[in-house]
């Protein structure tokens, strides 16, 4: 069932392993790495791991992304997530390609999601 499918895929922009930059005060931090669920236009969902995400979703809608999302644009992000690393963005995306589509589902609505919040997006209930 095509809608149920879910593709893997990682981007990275400037890819040393782990990225840092300067922080405020001098301090290293961590660059953000996400895992991000994008739905396509045909309910099908594409999983993902970026440093980059509103590159990223811009690059699937424009046709630059992965092969996948190329043939099933728009996409909309429908849910991401912030990790301090790229090996823990990939590990979480394992693990939710392994899930079943309700459970991947039941993310979108998750205080976790902050897909929302980095679209500007005010969500009732969400402070």
Not at 46 to 61: K, Q
Request: charged residues 30%; positive net charge; contains cysteine.
């Amino acid at each position: 069932m095509a809608s149920a499918m879910l593709v893997m895929a990682s981007h990275v922009r400037n890819d040393p392993e782990e990225q840092s930059d300067e922080g405020p005060f001098g301090r290293t931090r961590m660059a953000a790495w996400f895992t991000y669920i994008l739905e396509c236009t045909d309910g099908s969902f594409y999983v993902g791991i970026t440093n980059d995400l509103d590159l990223r979703v811009a690059e699937h809608n424009d046709g630059q992304g992965a092969q996948w999302t190329t043939k099933r644009r728009p996409v909309k992000l429908r849910y991401a997530e912030s990790h301090s690393s790229k090996s823990a963005a990939r590990k979480r995306e394992i693990e939710i390609k392994g899930w079943r589509r309700d459970k991947k589902i039941a993310l979108f609505d998750s205080p976790s999601n902050i897909a929302f919040r980095h679209a500007g997006i005010v969500r009732e209930g969400w402070n």
